[in-house]
C-alpha cells in the first residue's frame, strides 16, 4: 500500500501534561499519524520547552501541579515567540466557566480527556494544521 504524503508529516506537536498515561495515549497516536511529539510533565517545564524550540501546535492539560493550563495559555499568548501558536486544551474535569475564559484567549479547541480519542485529536491537529 502506497503511503499517501500528508502535508502534517513531520510536524512538531508539543503535549503539556502531568499523566504519563495520556502523554503515551495521545503521543503515540501522533507519533503514528507522522507528528513529531515531545512532551513536557507540568507547565513551567512546557512554558519553557516551547520558548526554547519550534513546535506548530500545543496540546495542554488544564489541571496540572505548579501551573494550570489558563496560567500557561496566558503566559504564552504574551511571548512573540508563541503567541500565534495553535493551542488544544484538553481536561479531564473543568468548569463551563474556566472553559468559556481560555476559549476566549485564543485557542483552537477545548476537549474533555475522557470523551476525546486519540484519533479524533489527531484529526482535529491535522485539520488546524493544513
Known sequence: ?????????????????????????????????????????????????????????????MVMPAMNGEEIVAKLKMEEKTKNLPIIIISASVDEETQKRVEQMGIEAFFIKTRITPSDLSRKIQEILK
Do not use: C, P, R
Not at 502506497?2 to 503515540?28: A, P, R, S, W
Open 1 to 61: 500500500m502506497e503511503k499517501k504524503l500528508n502535508k502534517t508529516e513531520g510536524k512538531k506537536i508539543l503535549i503539556i501534561e502531568d499523566q504519563q498515561i495520556f502523554i503515551e495515549m495521545f503521543g503515540d497516536k501522533l507519533k503514528q499519524d507522522g507528528f513529531q511529539v515531545t512532551s513536557a510533565k507540568n507547565g513551567a517545564w512546557g512554558i519553557k520547552e516551547a520558548l526554547s524550540k519550534d513546535f506548530d501546535l500545543l496540546v495542554i492539560d
